[in-house]
């Protein structure tokens, strides 16, 4: 009896411990101007390195903006590489909430507004890459290309270990997750099947997966499931401008190389490249052959840049696209939510976010559907709400006038002229009696309606004399009644 009461205390002890655990929240340390922004409430950790067209780099799940410091060294020759570590991971604020897909495109927003990433390069892995999906569909002004690398499509393409999935549970994850923080071989255990060989394991890695909270990965992960699945974020792909690159490993077990093909049939403007022996992490696994690929793509989209960025002010100053912003929530920014997600933050996300314009993604067929040439299946028409104002037939009034004025020119000579519709001594009702006009029925000459007897309404003789001798009748009536009176 003893013994069970011990074992239930320590349950019930490493329950609290592990609530409490999963309430903690940490703030970014050592705050500077020329490494830290204020966006959308956190302070958020950059970088700036090179010089020439921006490129963004948006980080995935438990790592940083330190993932991407050997590609950014290889693009700072030709390109401005800025990457961020987003809220909850690498030196960033760490709070309670503001995790999933809508957020971090909110977040994305707000540095692309405060810098002026107009036209830039964005890549993004994991489920960053479905953060830079939603604002380059939200705002494509943003955006002069995309590159997708190993970014799921829907929630059964996005998987965890189980040493690291139960992390993500809820009560007792928090304290699995600390565990892994504090035990260097869990850790290891959370991140070898991120790579295909575990030589190719970066350090940073490692050391951003303990940097992070309880709350920011269990919430990001179970919030960025929902918001993908049924691949509500790949629709939105379908609205994207700029052309897409989609990478994936073909050794890859946190997200199916599937989700290529998901990516591919949506974007209309998209390549897909399978990187063979790579699992999760080509830029630390195949940094050469992927930042080939990368710089390839990057180069045959700077005539588009060049065109485009001429626009970019007429562009900006028509939308009121504030120069500067730190906070979104004072420029009035927010992105549109996804399918069925928070109708009530949805609505007043509606009232301050300006929509993107609908995008004609290709040649329009019969029935109003886009149609894109390779696509593994059809897509559906999302444009259902506008709507079809049919144009007036033009041809057909002018016709009709000039029937009526060569009538009119005709006369008598032309016409046969139209008998008077009252005809003395016939009954006022009769008035509604119009006999036809010849030719007036079938294109012979025929008439529908036979000709009608003259005396079809007449009233006969007999008839008008009862008629008359009541009237007379009455009359008199009334008149020696005036006189009685």
Same mark, same amino acid.
């Given at each position: 009896?003893?013994?069970?009461?011990?074992?239930?205390?320590?349950?019930?002890?490493?329950?609290?411990?592990?609530?409490?655990?999963?309430?903690?929240?940490?703030?970014?340390?050592?705050?500077?101007?020329?490494?830290?922004?204020?966006?959308?409430?956190?302070?958020?950790?950059?970088?700036?390195?090179?010089?020439?067209?921006?490129?963004?780099?948006?980080?995935?799940?438990?790592?940083?903006?330190?993932?991407?410091?050997?590609?950014?060294?290889?693009?700072?020759?030709?390109?401005?590489?800025?990457?961020?570590?987003?809220?909850?991971?690498?030196?960033?604020?760490?709070?309670?909430?503001?995790?999933?897909?809508?957020h971090g495109s909110r977040v994305l927003y707000a540095f692309c507004s405060h810098f002026r990433l107009n036209n830039a390069a964005i890549v993004g892995h994991d489920v960053g890459g479905d953060m830079v999906v939603k604002l380059a569909a939200d705002h494509p002004e943003f955006a002069r290309s995309v590159t997708l690398v190993a970014v799921p499509a829907n929630e059964d393409?996005?998987?965890?270990?189980?040493?690291?999935?139960?992390?993500?549970?809820?009560?007792?994850?928090?304290?699995?997750?600390?565990?892994?923080?504090?035990?260097?071989?869990?850790?290891?255990?959370?991140?070898?099947?991120?790579?295909?060989?575990?030589?190719?394991?970066?350090?940073?890695?490692?050391?951003?997966?303990?940097?992070?909270?309880?709350?920011?990965?269990?919430?990001?992960?179970?919030?960025?499931?929902?918001?993908?699945?049924?691949?509500?974020? =790949?629709?939105?792909?379908?609205?994207?401008? /700029? %052309?897409?690159?989609?990478? *994936?490993?073909? !050794?890859?077990?946190?997200?199916? @190389?599937? =989700?290529?093909?998901?990516?591919?049939?949506? /974007? %209309?403007?998209?390549?897909? *490249?399978?990187? !063979?022996?790579?699992?999760?992490? @080509?830029?630390?696994?195949?940094?050469?052959?992927?930042?080939?690929r990368l710089l390839t793509f990057l180069a045959g989209n700077e005539s588009g840049h060049s065109r485009r960025s001429s626009r970019a002010p007429r562009e900006e100053a028509s939308s009121g696209m504030p120069r500067e912003v730190r906070d979104p929530r004072e420029s009035g920014q927010d992105s549109r939510g996804i399918d069925g997600l928070e109708p009530d933050e949805e609505a007043s996300a509606a009232e301050t976010a300006e929509p993107p314009p609908r995008v004609s993604r290709g040649p329009v067929g019969r029935g109003g559907r886009l149609r894109r040439a390779g696509a593994a299946r059809r897509e559906e028409d999302d444009t259902g709400e506008m709507g079809y104002v049919p144009e007036k037939n033009e041809s057909q009034e002018e016709e009709q006038a000039r029937k009526q004025e060569e009538s009119r020119e005709e006369g008598p000579e032309g016409r046969q002229e139209a008998k008077p519709a009252v005809e003395p001594g016939e009954d006022p009702d009769s008035t509604r009696r119009v006999e036809r006009q010849d030719g007036g029925g079938r294109p012979g000459g025929e008439d529908i309606i036979p000709e009608l007897p003259d005396d079809l309404f007449r009233w006969s003789d007999v008839r008008k004399g009862r008629r008359r001798g009541r009237g007379e009748e009455n009359g008199g009536g009334r008149e020696s009644g005036e006189r009685g009176d």
């Amino acid at each position: 009896m003893t013994a069970t009461l011990i074992v239930l205390l320590i349950i019930v002890a490493l329950i609290g411990v592990s609530l409490a655990l999963g309430r903690t929240s940490r703030e970014a340390q050592a705050v500077r101007d020329d490494e830290f922004v204020e966006l959308d409430g956190s302070w958020i950790r950059y970088r700036v390195t090179g010089q020439g067209p921006p490129v963004l780099l948006v980080h995935g799940l438990l790592s940083s903006s330190r993932i991407w410091e050997p590609l950014a060294k290889r693009l700072s020759g030709q390109f401005t590489v800025y990457s961020l570590d987003l809220r909850g991971f690498g030196e960033s604020d760490k709070p309670l909430t503001g995790y999933g897909v809508r957020h971090g495109s909110r977040v994305l927003y707000a540095f692309c507004s405060h810098f002026r990433l107009n036209n830039a390069a964005i890549v993004g892995h994991d489920v960053g890459g479905d953060m830079v999906v939603k604002l380059a569909a939200d705002h494509p002004e943003f955006a002069r290309s995309v590159t997708l690398v190993a970014v799921p499509a829907n929630e059964d393409q996005m998987d965890l270990p189980t040493s690291l999935w139960l992390a993500t549970l809820p009560v007792i994850g928090p304290l699995f997750y600390v565990i892994g923080q504090y035990a260097d071989f869990v850790r290891k255990l959370w991140l070898k099947p991120f790579v295909s060989d575990k030589r190719d394991l970066p350090e940073e890695l490692m050391e951003d997966a303990a940097a992070s909270v309880p709350a920011a990965l269990r919430s990001t992960f179970n919030t960025v499931r929902r918001e993908i699945s049924r691949e509500r974020v =790949a629709r939105q792909a379908r609205h994207l401008q /700029a %052309p897409v690159l989609v990478l *994936a490993g073909e !050794e890859d077990q946190i997200v199916d @190389p599937q =989700a290529a093909e998901v990516w591919a049939g949506s /974007a %209309p403007r998209s390549e897909v *490249a399978i990187l !063979e022996g790579c699992g999760h992490l @080509p830029m630390s696994e195949l940094p050469e052959e992927f930042s080939s690929r990368l710089l390839t793509f990057l180069a045959g989209n700077e005539s588009g840049h060049s065109r485009r960025s001429s626009r970019a002010p007429r562009e900006e100053a028509s939308s009121g696209m504030p120069r500067e912003v730190r906070d979104p929530r004072e420029s009035g920014q927010d992105s549109r939510g996804i399918d069925g997600l928070e109708p009530d933050e949805e609505a007043s996300a509606a009232e301050t976010a300006e929509p993107p314009p609908r995008v004609s993604r290709g040649p329009v067929g019969r029935g109003g559907r886009l149609r894109r040439a390779g696509a593994a299946r059809r897509e559906e028409d999302d444009t259902g709400e506008m709507g079809y104002v049919p144009e007036k037939n033009e041809s057909q009034e002018e016709e009709q006038a000039r029937k009526q004025e060569e009538s009119r020119e005709e006369g008598p000579e032309g016409r046969q002229e139209a008998k008077p519709a009252v005809e003395p001594g016939e009954d006022p009702d009769s008035t509604r009696r119009v006999e036809r006009q010849d030719g007036g029925g079938r294109p012979g000459g025929e008439d529908i309606i036979p000709e009608l007897p003259d005396d079809l309404f007449r009233w006969s003789d007999v008839r008008k004399g009862r008629r008359r001798g009541r009237g007379e009748e009455n009359g008199g009536g009334r008149e020696s009644g005036e006189r009685g009176d």
